[in-house]
């Protein structure tokens, strides 16, 4: 225990190892660092306090690039959400099916079993695209880098597109999977389109509905002439 504390008054003392190494170059520039950064720390708060409106707009556009890069879906989810996608369409018949949809993801799960759909994260958001080889292909017109995709054609190869924990194209292609629009092609053009109903129409419907579950009632003439 005495020599533990001979040690350290060595160490503290004037003249002693701390000194020789605060005075040293590595010293002095670790010194330099720590003040600029407490000079720099110090200015950020006297600039917050200040503008306060600047500092909470700076803050917000901040924590939401600090949550699109969060939150941006990886290459497991579009997988994921593609075999959903797939499986809500296996179970419709090919007469219900919407062909825009069914065209989309059977394209996609072509691409996947081909090995030709690839994957790339860009910060904020994740984009999935299509390639002409599978990575394992040993082809010359594969391997040659002088025949590679250009880089102005990738914008046109790109399949959807990940941000904010959702994939954009895939959910937009899927909606109304289950209308075929093909059935309703020979239809007038004022039977093809459908309105929702208004408030009134829904009030009228249900009024409607409740009404028929309720028992019949005879009036005394009808009663007498049975």
Not at 6 to 27: D, H, I, M, V
Not at 30 to 50: H, P
Not at 70 to 87: G, I, V
Request: proline letters at 5%.
């Amino acid at each position: 225990m005495g020599s533990v504390r001979t040690l350290s008054r060595r160490f503290w003392a004037p003249g002693g190892r701390w000194e020789r190494l605060k005075n040293s170059r590595a010293g002095v520039w670790c010194s330099s660092l720590l003040s600029d950064y407490k000079e720099a720390c110090r200015e950020v708060v006297l600039g917050a306090w200040e503008r306060p409106l600047k500092s909470s707009l700076y803050a917000a556009l901040l924590g939401g690039a600090g949550f699109c890069f969060y939150s941006k879906p990886d290459q497991s989810s579009f997988e994921a959400d593609l075999l959903e996608r797939s499986n809500q369409l296996g179970l419709l018949s090919p007469w219900v099916r919407n062909g825009t949809s069914d065209g989309h993801v059977q394209n996609l799960v072509k691409l996947r079993n081909e090995g030709r759909l690839r994957f790339a994260s860009l910060g904020l958001v994740s984009v999935v695209y299509g390639a002409d080889y599978e990575p394992d292909a040993m082809l010359y017109e594969a391997r040659c880098s002088d025949l590679s995709v250009p880089w102005r054609e990738l914008p046109q190869r790109v399949l959807d597109i990940g941000f904010t924990g959702r994939w954009w194209v895939l959910d937009s292609k899927m909606k109304d999977y289950d209308i075929n629009q093909e059935e309703y092609k020979h239809l007038p053009a004022h039977m093809q389109e459908t309105s929702p109903p208004s408030p009134q129409e829904v009030q009228r419907n249900e009024t409607l509905h409740r009404e028929s579950w309720l028992p019949l009632t005879m009036e005394d003439g009808e009663e007498e002439a049975h």
